[in-house]
């Protein structure tokens, strides 16, 4: 019932689908129809009541597909722009990872490149330092193959070790620093008569004593530092009595010839204060008890002379010889050197020495 009395007529007509809205609740739409006053009313409400009822359904279908159609459409917009996003993060992600790859594949090899080549640098440069280390090597064994480039420390001590070619592991000689200059290689010293020189000739190739007091250092070794074809070598015999007096023979050329020349002498171009008693020696080759090579047909000047040496037949001077203090009865066979103290003195001191003539 209406509130003016009239019955109000409820009509419910069913949709096609529910309709969601605050108006039309359910599957169903529910009209409130005025109550009918007249069978002409009645007729014109059922006439309008069809029309509206179909119009609004159709009104109804259609915005609830355009609803539908517009939630749809929203999300997919969305999710399209999502999905651009996420695919554009995608290729952003993988292009960078692929762009790190490239640089650390790059870095990888420009560093094993580097590496390569400062190995190679290396070995070069060990190349270079080796070659350079063995010709520094050679020059300084040439300079260092006798005393002509003693060091100071040699200049104090006195033995050094040389090397001349035929001993590339170096030989100990003793060097004389004082004398005229210094750079003498010492190859023969009487001192107190304490070393035995009445050896044979083995003793005399090879040489025999102590450096810091008397010995003789030997023919082949005179010979190999001597001989030397690139440079000249000069002689020093030093000398000093029993009273001290000292005197020195000096020869400007000096060389001692191989084993197969007899370790023939070479001397020339005397000066000094002892004299000359070797030049008549000269070309002569040595002589020892065991091995005659001198001129004397009679006899062997090294035997009768008590003394190893170059014997033309037999000297003028015998360093070689007996060491008898001074004055002696005996002829010529003591440490004599004729032109300074006669062939019946034998000498305190002697010291035979070659240099490098530079
Ligand atoms: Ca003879």
Request: aromatic residues 10%.
């Amino acid at each position: 019932m209406t509130k003016n009395g009239n019955t109000a007529n409820l009509l419910t007509v069913p949709t096609e689908e529910p309709l969601g809205t605050k108006s039309l609740k359910g599957s169903s739409v529910t009209i409130n129809v005025p109550p009918v006053s007249s069978p002409n009313t009645r007729r014109r409400i059922s006439a309008i009541s069809a029309q509206d009822i179909s119009m609004a359904l159709k009104t109804v279908a259609l915005q609830q597909q355009q609803l539908q159609q517009t939630t749809k459409n929203g999300k997919t917009v969305k999710l399209n722009k999502k999905n651009k996003k996420s695919r554009k993060r995608s290729k952003f992600s993988s292009g960078a990872i692929f762009l790190c790859l490239l640089v650390a594949i790059a870095a990888v090899g420009l560093s094993a490149y580097l590496y390569g080549e400062v190995r190679r640098i290396d070995q070069k440069l060990m190349l270079m330092t080796g070659d350079l280390d063995r010709k520094a090597d050679v020059i300084v064994q040439s300079l260092l193959k006798d005393c002509s480039y003693a060091t100071p420390w040699d200049r104090i001590h006195g033995i050094t070790r040389v090397y001349p070619v035929a001993y590339p592991y170096g030989i100990e000689v003793y060097c004389d620093e004082k004398t005229d200059g210094g750079g003498w290689t010492v190859f023969q010293r009487r001192l107190h008569g304490k070393e035995n020189f009445q050896r044979k000739w083995n003793a005399y190739v090879k040489g025999f004593g102590k450096l810091e007091e008397e010995f003789w250092m030997g023919l082949e070794r005179i010979h190999q530092i001597s001989s030397d074809l690139g440079f000249e070598y000069e002689l020093r015999i030093d000398m000093k009595d029993f009273d001290n007096n000292t005197a020195y023979a000096q020869y400007s050329k000096f060389r001692v010839g191989p084993a197969s020349s007899g370790y023939e002498l070479f001397v020339n171009g005397y000066s000094g204060t002892a004299g000359d008693s070797l030049q008549v020696h000269n070309r002569m080759k040595f002589t020892t008890t065991d091995q005659d090579n001198d001129l004397d047909r009679e006899k062997n000047c090294a035997l009768y002379h008590h003394g190893p040496w170059w014997h033309r037949s037999c000297h003028s001077s015998n360093l070689n010889g007996r060491y008898k203090h001074g004055v002696h009865k005996t002829y010529a066979d003591g440490v004599n050197w004729r032109h300074w103290k006669g062939d019946y003195y034998s000498l305190k001191f002697v010291e035979m020495k070659m240099r490098r003539k530079i």
